[in-house]
């Protein structure tokens, strides 16, 4: 089997000696060896390179210094200068079990997949890091691009990873190879560990904003950036009729005459112009795209009756029995209840976190950490959702 299958593993390095050395040495411990370990080197110092040159190594070791770049350029390089056959993904952070590359040949040797995809569980040691994991990955294993296995020709045939953007390209790259010829398959078992989730609540913050905001204009999570849209449309739907009262009317410098004008106006030049996009440029109407934007505007327009509704139905009538005290502030609070109970309990419960871990309060915790991320990603969501049809012209005008 070794003389058959010949496998360079490609790893991106940045800036992190002390994880490269322990996932090579994990790589010397496979049950089947690989045949090279390729590492593109992104760093700003020269500590990979040094210990690459001291590094006792049963399997060869190929070091590639590069520029500045993204992990997927520097995966792509890697391929690129792959001696054998068959490619295997990792990065630095990401440590195999002892029988990952065993059992996935052995995967590919008696079945016809010719893609396997990696399956990853993150790891939780601190006490911020378990709130953390708790909130957005669980304790399950996801699929990833990491620990993935393909022939190199395939790779390169498929169009290689997305480049030129710091998060989402792996997201794409399978849901492409999935949509083709490839014959794929994402093991149920647990294959890898992901070792480095933030260990500062600012730190997340940052990386899950600043990830979103890169991964935003590709064609990936669409679902998830129009629900974000339709919750950031209907808190605008809230907050900007009442800003002017908010701010202290005209003798504010915060006052804005017309707003809600302004606010509908602008409302409507999005939804016409992001409608000629797809209807002009892209000639083709999805179905989803309408029923997306069907879906945020009864959501907006149901916030906005909420809001009006005293006015409207019951005339400010205070006897009259459709007349409903602190309707807005009811709404806005089931609202946040709402998301509370699902990013604190449901989400996960779903994703197996000990139950004993989240009762009798942690999973409160949980649902505001969860809550707060949202927060976070959410520019970036929306952002995508707004600029994915230009995103898609612009592309077209490039080919």
């Given at each position: 089997m070794k003389d058959k299958f010949r496998v360079s593993v490609v790893i991106p390095v940045l800036n992190d000696a002390v994880s490269t050395k322990e996932v090579i040495s994990s790589l010397?411990?496979?049950?089947?060896?690989?045949?090279?370990?390729?590492?593109?080197?992104?760093?700003?110092?020269?500590?990979?390179?040094?210990?690459?040159?001291?590094?006792?190594?049963?399997?060869?070791?190929?070091?590639?210094?590069?520029?500045?770049?993204?992990?997927?350029?520097?995966?792509?390089?890697?391929?690129?200068?792959?001696?054998?056959?068959?490619?295997?993904?990792?990065?630095?952070?990401?440590?195999?079990?002892?029988?990952?590359?065993?059992?996935?040949?052995?995967?590919?040797?008696?079945?016809?997949?010719?893609?396997?995809?990696?399956?990853?569980?993150?790891?939780?040691?601190?006490?911020?890091?378990?709130?953390?994991?708790?909130?957005?990955?669980?304790?399950?294993?996801?699929?990833?691009?990491?620990?993935?296995?393909?022939?190199?020709?395939?790779?390169?045939?498929?169009?290689?990873?997305?480049?030129?953007?710091?998060?989402?390209?792996?997201?794409?790259?399978?849901?492409?190879?999935?949509?083709?010829k490839y014959k794929d398959k994402t093991p149920k078992k647990i294959y890898l560990t992901y070792s480095a989730l933030p260990t500062h609540f600012f730190s997340a913050m940052r990386k899950f904003f600043i990830y979103q905001m890169h991964g935003a204009t590709l064609n990936i999570q669409n679902t998830v950036k129009d629900i974000y849209l339709g919750l950031a449309l209907i808190l605008s739907a809230i907050i900007i009729p009442k800003w002017n009262s908010l701010v202290g009317w005209e003798k504010s410098p915060l006052y804005m005459p017309n707003i809600t004008k302004i606010y509908l106006s602008a409302l409507v030049v999005l939804f016409i112009s992001t409608l000629l996009v797809n209807r002009v440029f892209l000639k083709k109407i999805s179905n989803s795209f309408f029923s997306n934007i069907l879906k945020t505007l009864i959501f907006l327009f149901f916030s906005f009756s909420v809001y009006k509704w005293n006015a409207v139905i019951a005339g400010w009538v205070e006897d009259s029995v459709w007349y409903v005290p602190n309707i807005t502030k009811i709404y806005i609070g089931s609202l946040l209840i709402a998301s509370l109970v699902y990013r604190g309990l449901y989400f996960p419960l779903k994703h197996e976190v000990n139950r004993e871990y989240l009762f009798p309060f942690k999973w409160i915790e949980v649902g505001f950490m969860g809550l707060l991320f949202d927060l976070a990603k959410s520019p970036g969501y929306l952002i995508g959702s707004i600029l994915i049809p230009y995103k898609r012209v612009k592309s077209m005008k490039k080919n």
């Open positions: 010397n411990q496979q049950a089947f060896l690989p045949s090279e370990i390729i590492l593109v080197d992104s760093s700003e110092n020269n500590e990979v390179e040094t210990l690459v040159k001291d590094l006792d190594s049963r399997v060869p070791v190929v070091y590639k210094r590069i520029g500045q770049a993204f992990p997927y350029e520097a995966t792509n390089r890697g391929a690129e200068l792959a001696n054998y056959e068959w490619l295997a993904f990792l990065d630095v952070t990401t440590i195999p079990k002892r029988t990952w590359l065993k059992d996935y040949i052995e995967t590919i040797k008696n079945t016809d997949k010719e893609v396997i995809f990696g399956v990853t569980q993150y790891v939780a040691n601190t006490r911020f890091q378990k709130v953390l994991r708790a909130s957005t990955y669980g304790a399950i294993g996801h699929e990833t691009a990491p620990g993935s296995l393909m022939k190199k020709k395939d790779f390169i045939d498929s169009g290689k990873i997305i480049e030129g953007v710091r998060s989402g390209g792996d997201i794409e790259w399978r849901e492409r190879i999935k949509a083709s």
